[in-house]
């Protein structure tokens, strides 16, 4: 099964820019469609974004629409969050997926394989 690390998070003040980064330990199938997912305590993971065949689908939630752009580049075997124009609620750990099964992308139970997350603060 692929193997996902995540880098890039850190703290930031609300109207700046992150750039989070997930590594694949393969390219296969299972990254035709991958996603980032969010969580904060005590609540439910929750999709983020997902990208599929190489960048020509794309899914965003309402909640990041218009500040978040998420890529994909098979050669580097990376997926990508840009993140713009953040604010506190934005803060949680991000986790990179991959293994999409379907049919939902941002059902956390419609993915296989998961990175260990790194966190992003965003302050006032």
């Known amino acids: 099964q692929v193997r996902l690390v995540e880098s890039g998070g850190g703290s930031v003040q609300a109207g700046g820019s992150l750039r989070l980064s997930c590594a694949a330990s393969e390219w296969t199938d299972d990254n035709s469609c991958m996603a980032w997912f969010r969580q904060t305590p005590g609540k439910e993971r929750e999709g983020v974004a997902a990208v599929c065949f190489g960048g020509s689908t794309t899914y965003y939630a309402d909640s990041v629409k218009g500040r978040f752009t998420i890529s994909q580049d098979s050669a580097k075997k990376k997926m990508y969050l840009q993140m713009n124009s953040l604010n506190p609620e934005d803060t949680a750990m991000y986790y990179c997926?991959?293994?999409?099964?379907?049919?939902?992308?941002?059902?956390?139970?419609?993915?296989?394989?998961w990175g260990q997350g790194t966190q992003v603060t965003v302050s006032l």
């Open positions: 997926a991959a293994g999409y099964i379907g049919p939902r992308w941002s059902r956390k139970e419609n993915f296989r394989a």
